[in-house]
């Protein structure tokens, strides 16, 4: 089996991996063991991950591997030099087996070894070494390496260049192998190797450019017949002509191979015969586990292709060759590990249990010897006195216990019939003997029952000896007899044993099933330990969908809803994403997100269901400070064309921030409470069953009132939200003696909201006093996610807030640019100011002494005299700190300078924006993205809970309102608690992957959708809870599920079959255990 790169295969990696991972940077390094890292490289919406086995391997893959918990000292030295760096060159070393990695246009270069036991050394631009995975002593041939010295690439194969294949280079080689075997046989040194073996070596040492296996190939291709001596070739010029033919035709194939951007690679396997009990769903899946790779290569070797024992599989793209070479085995080998630790725990339970029905079937043994042993006695109870009699007659006139024995023996052979029932030895010392006694087996019918009066058993007397010699078996059962009591209390003593064995048989039993279910927990414990300290089984890197980088879910009725995490997301979800029929809701809270639901491009004017509106309002309170302080407020929801980003001023507002143009419509105060799932991607030919429950279905599944708005006009619509947000918001208000109409203008009309208006500002105090009261802290929020500038609510005072916002942005910097030098200015010219008064006493007579004793000193020698006293040191640093402040002033300028122009940079660009977004909404133009236009078919195959004959692709964590997981199988429902998140995430995953190990919860047919499903279970265990929390909006929840697996074989309350949540133990998620 094939382990390592040869030459070809590092050139044509080489090859790929400078077509596909230049111009990326190294995000990050990994440890996946102490001999194979990852490297992550990433840009903007391409993600590459690099797996290097040190001296083996080093390629792209496609499945997610399990990083160590903590970086090596080596990885942490490569993360310190080449972490963020780009990637600017990948190439081959000359024809060695050696890849470099060359960062930031040669500051940095990567060497991988794949020679030897191999070897990955970081060095600078002059090849002095900074980090190397193992230090290399110097020996023959091998130059020492280690942290500090120069690592040489001259001694690499064809460093310089590849030398031109010619008659003379090949004539050459020959004449070397020639020469080098002459010497060998002087020395009488046998050459050992296949037939035909010379002329493979001898071209291999010397043409090291081309691999033998593709020299092999094309000598056979050619019918060169591989058996012939170099010295033959030597000497036929038409032998030699054809031998350099086929290996110039090899190095035009590698020339071609490294042509194209991919090179199709294959595989090469051999069919391994199936183990008995094998089950698999999927048939490609089978027949790929039925292959034993066994080589691989970019062309189809010669030989290989005439074996009809090989199967060969295509692939294109060597890196996928290679990946899913090594990555099968080695995903072979952990599920084996996985695989044998499963069968050795149960192995033990099995042993467990063997134990214990050992021990009850010992127990009844005993009870069934015991009881034999008595009715023996009972049997023959006068054969038994017989020889009691006798032994005890024995001892009784002093006879030695030795020769008691050697009597019984006598006798025996006289066929004395009592002797021959006594077993030898005897046990005189604890007064007992071992007599050979007949049992009797009775037919059922015969027992006691029968007999009934004197008469009958005087018959029964007469006709038992005929009947006990057919009934009696001639079984000889060993019984000790005790000397010292009557054949009937010996037979008394083995009834009392069997009591007692009988009483320890029950309590056995009654003991037996707690003893197992300690064990089955113990050993179950174990296997859990032993479980986590194994890699997980590969699996491949599932590509995220656009809307993943944001907060988002699918509304009950369909409908996609996305949210930003940051005020930047929020940017680009207006810029981007925000279209014609879409609605933006949000919450006037601070960190609130701003959520738009995506309409059908198809049909933009369609009207958004309540529920839908309701679900989303409910993201947008839950990601604001609301959740930690649990006091619920009300969202609001405008259309697509009521926002924008110019203010009254003419200004664009900074990002993340709105101007709301026109009514809001408020929604009902949103409930605080999330739901944590996971949705599945089905296949296409899957999708058809579940197409009755999205957005283009004419009939809508939000509820009775929710389907009759749903088909009214927008207008309509939004006035009947209103109608209870009018009750909602009449009762704080303290103004009722303003009429509707002026309400209404002023909610019309935001641009009125920068405190022009006396009533506009008492408004403005109140609506601020309210939200004091809710305690929400400005320090404590993410200032990146919160909102400064909220969307310019015209009941509320948002508009001015929007504006100081705006100036904030922009004049913060100018007015801290100008404040540091008018606070510094008093206390530098304070000495200065204080000469214009009038002089203190006595200071006037003073500066007339100083200045007639100094009147003939010049400025030279006045700064000789301050020099040799050391005055001029202080003169010199206050120089020095003027300096320094002009330098800082000049540089704040600059600052400053520079943050005007990017200011009116971004405000051209969102000038630029909102002009081509107001012409595209005025004539109903919308362009899709890519993304955008593949939207609904990519909604229609995530469903929540997959219908039998489904084929589940993937598994999707998603965080949304509790409301919104109405169809989901499995989900958790998260309340503001004091748990975090990745804690609470993790628990819940934990949850899902315990109860899948409790017997009868998975359905191995897939059919039952109350029960859990192999490869549901598959992907849920292939679930990270790294990679799940940072789908939860929120920092700190309280989990809730329930603690059985009733309704919902996940036991996180699903929903029953028809998808409107299950009344078994976990129907609905609010009844079991609570977890904080």
Not at 275 to 291: M, P, V, Y
Request: glycine fraction near 8%; charge should be negative; proline fraction near 4%.
């Amino acid at each position: 089996m094939k382990q390592r790169f040869s030459s070809l295969d590092v050139k044509i990696i080489a090859h790929e991996l400078q077509e596909r991972l230049v111009t990326l940077r190294l995000s990050n390094v990994y440890d996946l063991s102490s001999k194979i890292l990852l490297l992550k490289f990433a840009k903007p919406d391409n993600k590459k991950q690099l797996v290097i086995d040190t001296g083996f391997r080093c390629h792209l893959t496609k499945f997610a591997r399990t990083t160590a918990a903590a970086p090596s000292a080596f990885v942490a030295r490569l993360r310190k030099f080449l972490k963020t760096r780009r990637l600017t060159s990948v190439r081959q070393v000359g024809t060695d087996r050696v890849l470099e990695f060359e960062f930031s246009d040669g500051q940095y270069r990567l060497f991988l070894e794949f020679f030897a036991s191999g070897n990955i050394i970081l060095t600078d631009a002059d090849l002095k070494i900074l980090a190397l995975a193992r230090t290399v002593s110097e020996g023959e041939g091998q130059e020492p390496q280690r942290v500090g010295l120069q690592y040489s690439l001259e001694n690499r194969q064809n460093f310089g260049g590849i030398p031109p294949l010619t008659r003379e280079r090949v004539q050459d080689a020959l004449r070397t192998a020639v020469e080098k075997a002459a010497t060998a046989t002087a020395s009488s040194k046998k050459q050992k190797g296949k037939p035909g073996g010379d002329l493979r070596k001898s071209l291999a040492v010397s043409i090291t450019e081309l691999p033998p296996v593709l020299v092999d190939h094309w000598l056979h291709t050619n019918n060169f017949d591989t058996t012939i001596k170099p010295d033959e070739i030597l000497a036929n010029e038409t032998l030699l002509a054809d031998l350099v033919k086929s290996l110039q035709e090899a190095r035009q194939s590698v020339e071609e191979l490294t042509s194209s951007e991919a090179c199709t690679g294959y595989i090469f396997a051999k069919r391994r015969e199936r183990t008995e009990g094998a089950e698999a769903t999927d048939e490609s899946k089978t027949q790929r586990d039925n292959l034993l790779y066994e080589d691989f290569h970019p062309f189809v070797p010669y030989k290989l292709k005439k074996d009809p024992t090989i199967e060969v599989l295509e692939f294109t793209g060597y890196n996928e060759t290679v990946d899913e070479f090594f990555s099968s085995l080695e995903g072979q080998r952990l599920e084996s590990r996985l695989s044998e630790r499963e069968a050795a725990a149960k192995r033990k339970l099995e042993a467990a249990r063997n134990e214990q029905s050992k021990r009850i079937e010992g127990l009844q043994e005993a009870q069934a010897l015991n009881f034999r042993k008595a009715a023996a006695i009972e049997a023959n109870a006068e054969r038994v006195q017989e020889a009691m009699d006798a032994v005890n007659g024995l001892l009784s006139q002093g006879m030695d216990w030795v020769d008691v024995g050697k009597l019984v023996e006598r006798e025996k052979k006289r066929h004395n019939p009592v002797a021959e029932i006594i077993k030898l030895p005897l046990n005189l010392a604890e007064n007992l003997i071992t007599l050979e006694l007949a049992e009797e087996e009775f037919e059922p019918e015969e027992d006691d029952p029968y007999e009934t009066d004197d008469d009958d058993s005087a018959l029964g007397d007469d006709e038992g000896t005929s009947a006990a010699k057919g009934k009696q078996a001639n079984k000889a059962l060993s019984v000790e007899i005790n000397l010292g009591l009557s054949p009937w209390s010996n037979a008394r003593e083995y009834f009392d044993q069997r009591k007692t064995a009988a009483v320890k048989e029950e309590k056995t039993q009654q003991q037996a099933s707690r003893a197992l279910k300690n064990a089955e927990q113990k050993i179950t414990e174990d296997l859990k330990k032993g479980l986590k300290q194994e890699k997980a089984l590969l699996q491949p890197i599932r590509k995220p969908m656009w809307f993943e980088k944001f907060v988002w879910f699918i509304s009950s009725d369909g409908y996609l809803v996305i949210g930003g995490k940051d005020a930047q997301q929020n940017e680009m979800i207006y810029k981007k994403y925000l279209r014609k029929g879409d609605v933006y809701c949000h919450a006037d809270l601070h960190g609130a997100s701003s959520v738009i639901i995506k309409n059908n491009p198809k049909t933009p004017d369609a009207p958004i269901p309540p529920a839908t509106l309701s679900q989303a309002g409910s993201l947008a309170v839950c990601s604001s400070n609301a959740w930690d302080s649990k006091a619920g407020m009300s969202a609001w929801w405008v259309n697509a064309d009521q926002v924008s980003k110019s203010a009254p001023t003419g200004e664009f507002l900074p990002a993340g921030s709105f101007m709301i143009r026109g009514k809001k419509n408020f929604l009902p105060p949103a409930q605080l409470l999330l739901g944590l799932g996971v949705a599945f991607k089905i296949s296409e030919e899957s999708k058809a069953k579940h197409v009755k429950h999205r957005l283009h279905d004419a009939n809508s599944t939000g509820g009775d009132e929710a389907s009759a708005a749903a088909t009214s006009q927008p207008a309509d619509r939004a006035g009947d939200l209103n109608e209870l947000e009018g009750e909602q918001s009449a009762e704080p208000s303290d103004n009722e003696s303003e009429d509707e109409q002026q309400d209404e203008e002023s909610r019309d009309n935001p641009l009125q909201a920068f405190g022009k208006d006396e009533d506009r500002n008492d408004e403005v105090e109140k609506a601020e006093e309210g939200l004091s009261d809710l305690k929400i802290s400005d320090d404590t929020a993410d200032e990146s996610h919160s909102q400064e500038v909220a969307e310019l609510d015209e009941n509320e005072a948002v508009g001015g807030e929007a504006e100081e916002g705006e100036d904030d942005e922009s004049a913060r910097p100018d007015d801290e640019t100008a404040g540091k030098p008018v606070d510094t200015r008093p206390k530098n010219n304070g000495p200065s100011s204080s000469k214009k008064g009038p002089p203190k006493r006595g200071q006037k007579g003073k500066a007339k002494k100083i200045a007639s004793k100094y009147k003939h000193q010049d400025e030279e020698d006045r700064a000789a005299v301050e020099a040799l006293i050391g005055a001029t040191v202080g003169q010199k640093k206050a120089e020095a700190e003027a300096k320094a402040k002009v330098d800082r002033e000049l540089e704040l300028a600059a600052a400053k300078e520079r943050r005007r122009a990017q200011h009116q940079r971004e405000q051209k660009e969102t000038a630029e924006h909102e002009e081509i977004r107001r012409v595209m909404m005025e004539e109903g133009i919308d362009i899709l993205d890519e993304d955008e236009a593949s939207q609904m078919t990519v909604l229609d195959s995530i469903v929540g809970t997959p219908l039998p004959g489904d084929e589940i692709l993937e598994i999707i964590p998603v965080c949304a309102p509790w409301n919104a997981l109405g169809r989901y199988k499995y989900k958790a429902k998260l309340q503001p608690g004091a748990t975090k998140k990745g804690k609470a995430v993790k628990e819940v995953l934990d949850r899902w992957k315990a109860a899948s190990t409790k017997k009868g919860v998975v359905d191995e047919t897939a059919r039952d959708t109350e029960r859990m499903w192999p490869r549901e279970v598959e992907l849920i265990k292939a679930l990270k809870p790294e990679e799940t929390f940072n789908v939860v909006p929120v920092g700190k929840v309280r989990v809730m599920m329930a603690g059985g697996t009733g309704g919902n074989a996940a036991g996180g309350g699903g929903g029953s079959k028809k998808g409107a949540g299950g009344k078994g133990k976990g129907g609905r998620g609010g009844k079991g255990s609570k977890r904080s």
